[in-house]
């Protein structure tokens, strides 16, 4: 077999791979074949692929590490104590101390009420579940920088979750019956819920692009399978595997939020903080376990002065009326300021493939802006799905159960979209770029929004208390005759359209942001969140009766328009390769900012070695689109 010294690269990796072709292991004494099916030496890498080999070999994915599937375990964790509070907010904070229960905040037994303890009201409630949420994912902007600049990723990681476990012992006092009683629960259980979406803010933004960082391919690759079929290796695909099985462990995680349900219904609130303080606990040993097992990169500072820089520039040289047009972006390439002649006016220490990082980093954030219209038609504006589960029929099933079949439809979807659908794709050659995947999820949420709308609709119909049903209706059942069963369509239809957006999402922020970017990129994503929870906050004074029909077919309509337009704004995005840039010096006036993910740097090492065959592939990288 030809090695790529033939082929347009150029570059003869053959003497880098004498040492790991002999025994077919990497530096880490792992096997180096790299997918299901690879024969087990180096040598079946061809290397960097030519136009027409990306237009006709089918792409397949990389097998992914032991480590990634660690992380993913972290993440599980993590989450599973994160959502096993989050849906018990609303009932604590809007629903009085049920009268003739148990005292721990459990309602009697054989009784349509709903568990609760502050009786504040919907207002009230919807304001701390919104802000609560809010922080969560606006906080991220200030850690994913400063893991970026200051800390680097796994360290304030741990700090997350440091302060997690703070919270949970807090949260746990919260639901002493001695306080619950008096009323003194308040102080512990507001401290608790703050101090959370502080733990969930430092981990969140950087806990993805540490997985990512354990993903050492960077572009895509020729190579043969045992089977004779030559195919490409394709880093968009590994990453489409790894970030469904974060996904899918997230939403596991998220299914947590049943047994704390049933625990507040049934036992009160005791247990039901309790369930999550245990699913934290392991989460100290596992990240003290992978520390020495990683590839971790210390804070390499912030590439984020240089983006304003060439930004800048940009704006100088072009004007501001240029901004999103074609070569914009092309006036800050240090290729283009010297042919104008203008290297004394603009002094420029970056490359021109930072100015293309950057340029997809803006291209990233603009599509990130469509993002919170799905989240408010997955869940509703505020607490609105919430409240419309107290309009209906339970039957023992507490209210706020229902929420998990959104986690539910993602972990029964999640394999078939992993190990059904996309492979089927790829072995047809059809390219579902992570667009039209985005288009797809937003569309889904839109139906899942007028679900909503229909469900409240005739909750209003058929509810004894008419359009105030929601508002502790004591008039006959107080609930409608319709079945909360109902609610599980339009959240597992939501559920599923977060696959279809959320996990191309982590993919781009990945992938499109300057290396020592990454975590406030990965920020800028989880801000898009934030901001579906900043409406929800600035609109609580609405999201209660009379007007929760219209708090949730507001969203569809809109939803349904801007799906249309994401489509036609960034279809172009799908025609373009996905490669993930290294950070290898092209100029040597390149700022320490701008510094290598996998090859090591004196700017940004790591502390942990990647395999070897990492550094031979890095020969056959390609150029970014």
């Known amino acids: 077999m030809e090695k790529s010294s033939s082929r347009e690269s150029g570059a003869d990796p053959s003497p880098a791979y004498s040492d790991v072709e002999k025994s077919g292991k990497g530096a880490d004494g792992n096997s180096i074949g790299n997918a299901p099916g690879y024969a087990n030496s180096i040598a079946d890498y061809e290397g960097k692929p030519t136009e027409e080999e990306l237009n006709t070999l089918r792409r397949v994915p990389g097998s992914l590490p032991i480590v990634a599937y660690m992380i993913c375990i972290v993440e599980f964790c993590e989450r599973a104590s994160y959502y096993g509070v989050q849906p ?15 005292g721990y905040g459990a309602p009697p037994v054989g009784t349509q009420k709903t568990a609760g303890a502050l009786g504040l009201g919907t207002v009230v409630a919807n304001a701390v579940t919104q802000s609560f949420s809010m922080l969560a994912y606006a906080l991220p902007l200030l850690f994913g920088w400063m893991a970026d600049a200051k800390t680097g990723r796994f360290k304030l990681i741990c700090y997350g979750v440091g302060v997690f476990g703070v919270a949970h012992v807090l949260m ?40 990512l960082d354990q993903m050492t391919q960077n572009a895509p690759l020729v190579l043969t399978l045992s089977s004779g079929e030559r195919v490409i290796q394709d880093p968009e695909a ?36 309790v369930i999550p303080l245990i699913l934290y606990l392991p989460l100290p040993l596992l990240l003290w376990f992978l520390y020495k097992r990683l590839i971790l990169h210390p804070a390499g500072g912030s590439d984020l002065p240089n983006v304003m820089r060439v930004l800048g520039i940009c704006i100088r040289r072009g004007g501001l009326k240029k901004f999103g047009r074609p070569g914009f972006w092309e006036s800050a390439k240090p290729s283009n ?4 002649g203008l290297e004394a006016t603009y002094h420029t220490k970056w490359n021109d493939q930072f100015v293309e990082d950057v340029r997809r980093t803006f291209q990233a954030t603009g599509i990130f802006c469509f993002f ?80 909503y709308t229909i469900l409240n609709y005739y909750a209003y119909q058929q509810s004894p208390c008419g359009n105030y049903g929601s508002s502790d209706c004591t008039i006959g059942t107080g609930v409608a005759p319709i079945s909360i069963w109902w609610m599980a369509i339009p959240f597992a239809v939501g559920g599923i359209s977060e696959l279809f957006v959320n996990v191309p999402a982590y993919g781009i922020a990945y992938s499109r942001a300057p290396p020592n970017m990454r975590g406030l990129v990965s920020a800028i994503n989880l801000f898009s969140t934030a901001v579906a929870y900043i409406i929800g906050l600035a609109c609580s004074s609405v999201i209660t009766d009379p007007y929760l029909t219209w708090d949730f077919g507001g969203p569809a309509i809109v939803g349904g328009v801007l799906c249309v337009v994401f489509y036609f704004t960034f279809r172009h995005i799908d025609k373009e390769e996905y490669v993930i840039h ?39 990288i390609s150029q970014k689109q």
Not at 185 to 210: C, H, Q, R, T, W
Not at 239 to 253: A, H, K, P, Q, S
């Open 88 to 102: 018990l907010i609303s009932n604590y904070v809007n629903r009085p101390l049920p009268v003739g229960g148990n």
């Open 372 to 451: 919170p219209i799905q989240y408010l038609n997955d869940n509703g504006i505020g607490g609105a799905a919430s409240f419309l589960s107290t309009m209906l029929e339970t039957n023992g099933v507490p209210n706020d159960v229902i929420n998990n079949f959104n986690s539910l439809s993602i972990i029964f979807f999640a394999p078939i979209l992993n190990y059904g659908l996309y492979p089927l794709l790829r072995k047809m050659n059809i390219h579902y770029g992570p667009i039209a995947r985005i288009t797809t999820g937003l569309f889904l949420s839109s139906l899942g929004g007028a679900g």
């Open 238 to 273: 590994t990453t489409e595997r790894v970030m469904l099985w974060f996904y899918l462990l997230i939403n596991i995680g998220g299914f947590m939020g049943v047994a704390t349900s049933y625990a507040e219904k049934y036992v009160g609130w005791w247990l039901a903080f």
């Open 172 to 211: 746990c006092a919260a639901g002493s019956k001695d306080l619950l009683a008096t009323g003194a629960s308040k102080g512990p259980y507001f401290v608790s819920v703050y101090l959370l979406s502080i733990g969930a803010a430092m981990f969140k933004p950087n806990v993805s692009p540490l997985l």
């Open 337 to 340: 300021i010297k042919a104008a």
């Open 582 to 620: 290294s950070g290898q010096k092209e100029h040597p006036l390149e700022l320490a900012g701008t510094t290598g993910i996998v090859t090591e740097t004196e700017q940004n090492h790591s502390i942990n070695r990647p395999p070897a065959i990492v550094q031979n592939e890095e020969m056959m």
